[in-house]
């Protein structure tokens, strides 16, 4: 039988649409799912047997039960979410690709409240007439960071375009060479500039920028200086670099303001719990910063937000500025935001509360018996062919935050009798509840840091699942 006649005989093997459904695993489906998305989904699924049959992806026919299995897969996957939850193993604990900052509890609560129904966005209750979004945090944030005034916006990129087309439309703007960063998804500063409507001037080099280089760009067309917070990269060996207090200090002299896109923002001082190095926002402020740029979603540990404090005369402009409709903040963004700002009132609460605060400072040997008891309890509810070991390892802050600080961590090794960790992999990320770990050394493993009371049941029921996949006679 040659190669044509040999495709033609399987394709004529594929089962018939109205054959198929009668399969008594078929119709168990119809009971749970509508006859309609039943019908869909078969059809999808004898359309790309053919195709892959045509292609020579596959060899034969596969067997009623794993086209079965097929269907079953790719009904469940039709009618799932798109956006889900998942168990973040990777140890990254601000991860831009699993969502950035997990909410507190109380911000969760807000949203909820807050969608249910109608609220005050806009509505001043005391005056009884139309009032401002920005209020129900300005004040918070004014308390948290010491600013005059304060403003929130979609996300930080949106806050950088706004004040630099509120503050610099039409002037230039003095840069650092070692500060024209990008970012993930193609942000650039250099093209925010661009778009803002300012004129980039650089100055300095990469590696060395100083006070001088500054003093010789300034003309009567200067509208202001800029500072960008490094997030995601550090210069190391031979630097020389301009604080924000000699900054502002030169700038005040001129009669023009310093901004900084302080990135990630922080409020609380993480120097007592090993994370050194990252200034908070207010004393950025206090060193003499006119406007200060952060993102809510990132050490905040907020939903996403553009957040922008500083002097009252420049964020006043910014409010009356034609492009904050287009930039401002949604409703449940705010109620989580407002939520969130509140827990920092007590600094002791926050580390608690907040979940990405709680993750970065809490102690190895902390992370160790936690690994200790997970293993535990994995080996009680998983059978003897997944094997569990504890290792010590480490964290990263993610979120574009400290690049080079590693924090000491705790991982767990998952390992299958007869499985690669990159089928592991696959498998846990296709299940009903995806857990993404890391492959590190030919080991798949999980980090107990990002990984919290609320995931275990998951976390045990997808390695149940993936177990199931990967070692049973199963086509998926």
């Known amino acids: 039988m040659n190669e044509c006649c040999s495709t033609q005989y399987l394709l004529r093997r594929i089962p018939k649409v109205d054959v198929l459904l009668s399969w008594p695993e078929i119709e168990a489906l119809q009971t749970g799912f509508p006859r309609s998305e039943v019908l869909i989904v078969v059809r999808t699924v004898l359309a790309e047997l053919r195709e892959r049959l045509k292609c020579g992806e596959l060899a034969d026919v596969p067997s009623p039960h794993d086209i079965a299995d097929l269907v079953t897969v790719e009904l469940r996957n039709r009618v799932s979410p798109s956006l889900r939850p998942v168990v973040n193993g990777t140890g990254v604990v601000i991860h831009t690709n699993l969502g950035r900052s997990p909410l507190a509890d109380e911000a969760e609560e807000a949203i909820r409240t807050v969608s249910s129904g109608y609220s005050n966005l ?22 948290l960071t010491g600013a005059e005034s304060a403003l929130v916006v979609n996300n930080n990129a949106a806050a950088v375009m706004l004040a630099l087309s509120s503050l610099a439309q039409g002037r230039e703007v ?13 942000f650039r500063i250099p093209d925010v500039m661009r778009q803002s409507g300012a004129t980039l001037v ?20 200067t509208a202001l200086c800029l500072k ?6 550090a210069i190391v060996g031979f630097t020389a670099d301009v604080s924000v207090a000699e900054l502002s200090a030169l700038a005040k002299e001129n009669n023009i303001p310093v901004m900084l896109d302080a990135g990630s923002g922080c409020l609380i001082d993480l120097s007592p719990y090993g994370i050194q190095g990252e200034p908070t926002v207010r004393q950025y402020l206090e060193a003499g910063a006119s406007v200060v740029t952060f993102s809510g979603d990132k050490l905040l540990g ?16 910014m409010k009356k500025h034609s492009l904050l409709r287009a930039l401002r903040i949604d409703k449940l963004s705010l109620a989580a935001l407002e939520a969130t700002l509140r827990l920092y009132r007590n600094e002791r609460g926050a580390l608690a509360s907040v979940p990405v605060l709680r993750m970065l400072t809490t102690p190895p040997a902390v992370l160790a018996r936690r690994a200790d008891n997970l293993v535990r309890r994995l080996r009680r509810l998983l059978p003897g062919t997944v094997k569990f070991s504890r290792h010590q390892g480490e964290s990263c802050v993610g979120g574009g935050s400290f ?6 961590s ?12 990159q089928r592991l992999d696959a498998a846990l990320r296709h299940t009903v509840v995806p857990v993404i770990g890391r492959i590190h050394r030919d080991r798949f493993l999980l980090d107990i840091r990002t990984m919290g ?18 070692t049973g006679d199963n086509l998926i």
């Not at 690049?403 to 000491?408: C, D, E, K, T």
């Open 302 to 317: 907020g939903p996403q937000a553009g957040i922008i404090v500083g002097s009252k005369e420049y964020i006043d402009n």
């Open 202 to 221: 650089e100055v300095g080099t990469t590696n060395c920028t100083h006070s001088y280089d500054y003093l010789s760009a300034l003309s009567d067309s």
């Open 453 to 470: 009371e609320r995931d275990i049941a998951p976390l045990a029921a997808s390695l149940k699942e993936a177990t199931l996949a990967l």
């Open 174 to 186: 003095i840069v650092s060479r070692g500060e024209l960063v990008e970012i993930g998804g193609s």
């Open 122 to 143: 806009e509505f001043d209750l005391d005056a009884g007439e139309r009032g401002s979004r920005y209020s129900h945090v300005e004040g918070l944030l004014c308390e």
């Open 403 to 408: 690049p080079l600080l590693h924090l000491p």
């Open 228 to 233: 960008v917070h490094t997030s995601n990269y």
């Open 410 to 421: 705790a991982h767990v090794e998952v390992i299958i009798e007869g499985v690669s960790p």
